[in-house]
């Protein structure tokens, strides 16, 4: 069954917005994959101390002042400074009208991973290291995930369902999928939705190089040389629109969400299983009612860890049959490193981009392929070719996977 | 086997759900049915019990390699403390 032939409402994107290692604008992120440009590179936004993983995706030089417009906004923690820029972004792009004129048919669902990670940190070290008196007056509403999700509602006068989504390395993923959802069922017309995430701190660092899946080299998705992921920060923000909503105010939309598919593994906390990504796939391609062959591009959530790469490849020939050789699959995590709860709005981004362009973006860094990975990736250099579906991975600790579908604008 | 040793196979012996007392140097850790997230909890807890750092990776076949039997476990962690204190001794 096509996409609105169904007895729902058709679902689009009218504006986008990024933060990104490679560029603080969606359009500069573009670019820089279009370029096959790397964003991990030595830490350099604190002092490493004693950590022996020195690399990542980091965001130089943001400056909330100049960033960010909303007072508000710059009282909160960096997650949220990112959450704000990406929607201040894609809410001027969408051309709707601040305030929301129609406050309870608007919803802002903003994810994150890990909240105020860092506001945490820096009161921890004020009590139990500096021994004062108090914790900054702030530092509650700084932690809480939803402070993102609550401040992007409140700064474009949004009344309906505001709140965060919370899956991990899916978080944006369902959160645009719940937009999708709310805007399909009539529930609003309008949704803000992605996810941002600011973890990259001593402390969080720590954090990770005790789960021992980190690289200290760099990210090389799909390659043999493949020796963990990379972390990265930033945030992904997609103004989504009832379709006859958009075409009734003359928007100019991007591209239209046509599947989504949401599943678990139920199995573990840290490996995958094939039968999760696999389901969640082939559920947002019956969703959208198209067949396998007919998706061109396919954006891998392609960690660069060992299990991962496999796994979802895998996954992909179980989904893709014989068409999945002749997919264009590509990690842009090669170039971001991992965005966690944040990665899935900006791969989604990318996704839509790349059918605008009619262009692949690839994965960088994979000169010597694992041969357990021996499918399509767009190694090294991005490829112009028509795209008419895209599809975006995003696939969790925990086993927690969603997956969106993407299609060109309705004529 | 050595102090150094018995200690490794304790600690193992904590993170399996059935601890057996027939361990050997040459027992493999897969047959001890260790998994991933196992092997990050005993890694830090070897770290912890010796005072020294290994910059383990389940990502690393080489580093993993290491972590194959209990004697390549326990030459890893020799080889560590060696290491440690030659710096500790320079520095």
Same mark, same amino acid.
């Given at each position: 069954?096509?996409?609105?032939?169904?007895?729902?409402?058709?679902?689009?994107?009218?504006?986008?917005?990024?933060?990104?290692?490679?560029?603080?604008?969606?359009?500069?992120?573009?670019?820089?994959?279009?370029?096959?440009?790397?964003?991990?590179?030595?830490?350099?936004?604190?002092?490493?101390?004693?950590?022996?993983?020195?690399?990542?995706?980091?965001?130089?030089?943001?400056?909330?002042?100049?960033?960010?417009?909303?007072?508000?906004?710059?009282?909160?923690?960096?997650?949220?400074?990112?959450?704000?820029?990406?929607?201040?972004?894609?809410?001027?792009?969408?051309?709707?009208?601040?305030?929301?004129?129609?406050?309870?048919?608007?919803?802002?669902?903003?994810?994150?991973?890990?909240?105020?990670?860092?506001?945490?940190?820096?009161?921890?070290?004020?009590?139990?290291?500096? @021994?004062? /008196? &108090?914790?900054?007056?702030?530092? #509650?509403?700084? =932690?809480? $995930?939803?402070?993102? !999700?609550?401040?992007?509602?409140?700064?474009?006068?949004?009344?309906?369902?505001?709140?965060?989504?919370?899956?991990?390395?899916?978080?944006?993923?369902?959160?645009?999928?719940?937009?999708?959802?709310?805007?399909?069922?009539?529930?609003?017309?309008?949704?803000?939705?992605?996810?941002?995430?600011?973890?990259?701190?001593?402390?969080?660092?720590?954090?990770?190089?005790?789960?021992?899946?980190?690289?200290?080299?760099?990210?090389?998705?799909?390659?043999?040389?493949?020796?963990?992921?990379?972390?990265?920060?930033?945030?992904?923000?997609?103004?989504?629109?009832?379709?006859? @909503?958009? /075409? &009734?105010?003359?928007?100019?939309? #991007?591209?239209? =969400?046509? $599947?989504?598919?949401? !599943?678990?593994?139920?199995?573990?906390?840290?490996?995958?299983?094939?039968?999760?990504?696999?389901?969640?796939?082939?559920?947002?391609?019956?969703?959208?009612?198209?067949?396998?062959?007919?998706?061109?591009?396919?954006?891998?959530?392609?960690?660069?860890?060992?299990?991962?790469?496999?796994?979802?490849?895998?996954?992909?020939?179980?989904?893709?049959?014989?068409?999945?050789?002749?997919?264009?699959?590509?990690?842009?995590?090669?170039?971001?490193?991992?965005?966690?709860?944040?990665?899935?709005?900006?791969?989604?981004?990318?996704?839509?981009?790349?059918?605008?362009?009619?262009?692949?973006?690839?994965?960088?860094?994979?000169?010597?392929?694992?041969?357990?990975?021996?499918?399509?990736?767009?190694?090294?250099?991005?490829?112009?070719?028509?795209?008419?579906?895209?599809?975006?991975?995003?696939?969790?600790?925990?086993?927690?996977?969603?997956?969106?579908?993407?299609?060109?604008?309705?004529? | 086997?050595?102090?150094?040793?018995?200690?490794?196979?304790?600690?193992?012996?904590?993170?399996?759900?059935?601890?057996?007392?027939?361990?050997?140097?040459?027992?493999?850790?897969?047959?001890?049915?260790?998994?991933?997230?196992?092997?990050?909890?005993?890694?830090?807890?070897?770290?912890?019990?010796?005072?020294?750092?290994?910059?383990?990776?389940?990502?690393?076949?080489?580093?993993?390699?290491?972590?194959?039997?209990?004697?390549?476990?326990?030459?890893?962690?020799?080889?560590?403390?060696?290491?440690?204190?030659?710096?500790?001794?320079?520095?």
């Amino acid at each position: 069954m096509k996409s609105g032939t169904k007895d729902r409402r058709r679902v689009v994107v009218t504006g986008m917005g990024a933060v990104t290692p490679i560029g603080i604008n969606a359009e500069t992120m573009w670019a820089s994959m279009r370029a096959g440009a790397c964003g991990v590179k030595p830490i350099e936004n604190f002092p490493l101390e004693d950590l022996y993983i020195k690399i990542a995706g980091e965001i130089r030089d943001f400056d909330p002042a100049k960033h960010v417009s909303s007072r508000k906004i710059q009282y909160g923690d960096r997650y949220s400074w990112f959450a704000g820029r990406a929607a201040e972004e894609a809410w001027t792009q969408s051309g709707l009208a601040n305030p929301y004129p129609e406050p309870y048919r608007a919803a802002s669902i903003i994810g994150s991973g890990a909240g105020g990670f860092s506001t945490i940190e820096n009161a921890y070290k004020d009590l139990f290291v500096h @021994h004062k /008196k &108090a914790t900054n007056p702030l530092t #509650l509403l700084r =932690i809480i $995930g939803s402070s993102a !999700s609550a401040h992007v509602g409140i700064e474009y006068g949004i009344k309906g369902p505001t709140f965060a989504t919370c899956s991990a390395c899916s978080t944006a993923t369902h959160a645009i999928g719940i937009g999708l959802d709310y805007i399909r069922n009539g529930v609003v017309d309008v949704a803000v939705t992605g996810a941002s995430e600011a973890v990259l701190t001593y402390g969080s660092m720590r954090v990770w190089q005790a789960m021992r899946v980190l690289s200290p080299d760099g990210c090389f998705p799909f390659s043999k040389r493949r020796n963990g992921t990379v972390l990265g920060e930033g945030a992904g923000i997609l103004v989504l629109e009832d379709l006859e @909503h958009a /075409k &009734a105010r003359g928007a100019n939309i #991007l591209a239209e =969400i046509v $599947g989504y598919g949401v !599943s678990s593994d139920s199995k573990d906390m840290v490996n995958p299983d094939v039968e999760g990504p696999r389901s969640a796939m082939q559920m947002a391609l019956d969703d959208a009612g198209i067949t396998a062959g007919e998706v061109a591009y396919l954006n891998a959530h392609g960690t660069a860890t060992t299990l991962n790469d496999a796994n979802e490849t895998n996954a992909i020939k179980m989904v893709f049959g014989e068409h999945a050789s002749k997919l264009a699959i590509s990690s842009t995590k090669s170039m971001t490193g991992h965005l966690l709860g944040a990665g899935g709005a900006v791969e989604a981004i990318a996704c839509i981009k790349a059918m605008a362009d009619g262009f692949a973006p690839p994965t960088i860094n994979l000169t010597d392929p694992d041969p357990k990975c021996d499918l399509d990736y767009v190694p090294n250099v991005g490829r112009e070719m028509p795209i008419k579906y895209a599809m975006s991975n995003s696939f969790a600790f925990g086993g927690l996977n969603a997956v969106l579908l993407f299609g060109a604008p309705p004529a | 086997m050595d102090d150094t040793a018995t200690k490794i196979v304790e600690i193992l012996k904590k993170h399996m759900k059935e601890p057996r007392d027939d361990i050997g140097l040459e027992t493999a850790l897969a047959d001890l049915k260790i998994e991933s997230i196992d092997l990050a909890m005993i890694v830090f807890e070897l770290e912890d019990t010796f005072g020294i750092e290994i910059p383990y990776n389940a990502n690393d076949t080489d580093e993993a390699a290491a972590f194959k039997s209990v004697g390549s476990v326990v030459e890893r962690v020799k080889q560590v403390i060696a290491s440690t204190s030659a710096a500790s001794a320079k520095a």
